[in-house]
């Protein structure tokens, strides 16, 4: 650390609508996989807090849902609602869009952008732009629908430029000592950390078969020195469903459960017994009580 720098340490929220690469983003800033992640919009649900300890500061970001507009129902207005005030509470806003694409979708967000907080564009998915050439007319594009602290292409996947990232948010955060001890790299709790593995393979291994009212539910969680015993249920909207997620043979459910556990077990660093079924809720998305057990409000 120079004598010139100060330590800073702040907020930091990461923006986006659904599907931009929020979460992996996330989870190359702190090294490991604390956010899920899937190719289907709207994997992410809750606020998720990642902490990223360095010599000069702290970065404390919150992955929020993808904002959207697409689906209504009271999981989405609580989920737009909590990215409105993400963007409310922190010292620096990374707003990810995909590097050459800006839709109404991004439009929509635009709008909530703050003009008192330093906004840093995150181009993401540059892997994926063939002509490299077409990015600088973007970009140009970009600086002129907001006055951004930054703009930086970046592969959230790869991590390519992920560094030049920090590098902008770093010094725009307040001088502050650190929030959080230097090896903490979430604030949440196994418990939680853990229905959220289960929910990643269930986005990941149904596909487009997933329905999209889908839930999980931690029953019970026992931890002894060398093992955890987790008991995980499976909120579903309606009968039909449920057959989906078990698959022939109940191939589909032992194949969820298998996954996480194996995430599980590298996460928590130990031994996982995993027990997951599946249960019958008509309505659970539209249910406040519902949605406020599991953490969404
Ligand atoms: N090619 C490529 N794919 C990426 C990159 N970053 C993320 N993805 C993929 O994009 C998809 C969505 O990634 P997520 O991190 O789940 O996106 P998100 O913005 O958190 O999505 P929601 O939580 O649903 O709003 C996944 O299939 C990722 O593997 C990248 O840099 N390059
Ligand atoms: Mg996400």
Do not use: C
Not at 17 to 22: A, C, E, I, L
Not at 217 to 245: C, G, M, S, W
Not at 249 to 260: D, N, S, V, Y
């Amino acid at each position: 650390m120079s004598e010139t720098q100060p330590h800073r340490a702040g907020l930091v929220a990461i923006v986006g609508r659904p599907n931009v690469g929020k979460s992996t983003l996330l989870n190359h800033f702190v090294g490991q996989k604390i956010s899920i992640t899937s190719r289907k919009p709207q994997t992410t649900r809750h606020r998720i807090t990642g902490i990223l300890t360095r010599p000069q500061g702290q970065l404390v970001f919150v992955d929020t849902p993808g904002f959207q507009t697409e689906h209504r129902s009271t999981m989405t207005r609580l989920m737009n609602r909590s990215v409105r005030q993400a963007l409310q509470e922190v010292d620096v806003v990374v707003w990810v869009i995909e590097a050459g694409k800006f839709d109404p979708r991004d439009e929509a967000l635009l709008k909530l952008m703050p003009l008192s907080v330093p906004v840093v564009l995150a181009m993401n998915k540059i892997d994926r732009v063939k002509d490299k050439s077409a990015l600088l007319p973007f970009t140009r594009e970009m600086s002129e629908r907001h006055a951004f602290a930054a703009i930086v292409p970046i592969s959230a996947e790869s991590g390519q430029q992920v560094e030049d990232l920090v590098g902008e948010i770093l010094p725009r955060l307040p001088e502050a000592p650190n929030m959080y001890e230097h090896d903490e790299v979430t604030t949440h709790s196994e418990r939680f950390l853990a229905a959220e593995l289960v929910r990643e393979k269930l986005f990941r291994l149904l596909g487009d078969e997933l329905p999209y009212a889908t839930a999980v539910e931690i029953e019970k969680f026992e931890a002894t020195d060398t093992l955890r015993r987790i008991y995980v249920a499976i909120l579903v909207d309606r009968p039909n469903q449920k057959a989906i997620i078990i698959g022939k043979g109940g191939e589909k459910l032992k194949a969820i459960g298998t996954q996480a556990r194996k995430d599980m077990e590298q996460l928590f660093g130990g031994k996982v017994f995993l027990e997951t079924f599946v249960r019958v809720r008509s309505g659970w998305a539209d249910d406040e009580a519902v949605l406020k057990r599991m953490g969404i409000e």
